[in-house]
């Protein structure tokens, strides 16, 4: 059974940084490409970083270019992403998803993840 489960997420005052972690089991993660994608209260899913599979290509949404890093060590399973500078707005649950695509990962939509782990929650104070 393929399970991806996330870690990492917490409370943290604006500025700081978090790590969060998306480890994966019961598939051959090193042909999947693996996405973060983040839901706030009353607004609409983002796809906010993800990394191609065998080319590491990432993707960045604008909104965290610059201050989040996406990464992946194949040998653990698992994919990382550095949050720096975090701000209020950043709050959301955050969600690892994983397909095996095609084209670069930046271009496939939430739903054409089939894979999902259950989320982990990251708050930014003010």
């Known amino acids: 059974e393929m399970q991806l489960v996330e870690s990492g997420g917490g409370l943290v005052q604006a500025g700081g940084s978090l790590k969060l972690s998306c480890t994966a089991s019961?598939?051959?993660?090193?042909?999947?490409?693996i996405g973060w994608f983040r839901q706030a209260p009353g607004k609409e899913r983002e796809k906010v970083s993800c990394?191609?599979?065998?080319?590491?290509?990432?993707y960045y949404a604008d909104s965290v270019k610059g201050r989040f890093t996406i990464s992946r060590d194949n040998a653990r399973n698992t994919v990382y992403l550095q949050m720096s500078s975090l701000k209020p707005e950043d709050t959301a649950i955050y969600f690892c998803?994983?397909?095996?695509?095609?084209?670069?990962?930046?271009?496939?939509?939430?739903?054409?993840?089939?894979?999902r782990g259950k989320g982990t929650q990251v708050t930014v104070s003010s």
């Open positions: 990394i191609s599979s065998h080319s590491g290509i990432t």
């Open positions: 019961g598939f051959s993660f090193g042909g999947y490409a």
């Open positions: 998803v994983a397909e095996i695509l095609a084209l670069s990962c930046g271009l496939y939509s939430w739903d054409e993840y089939q894979n």
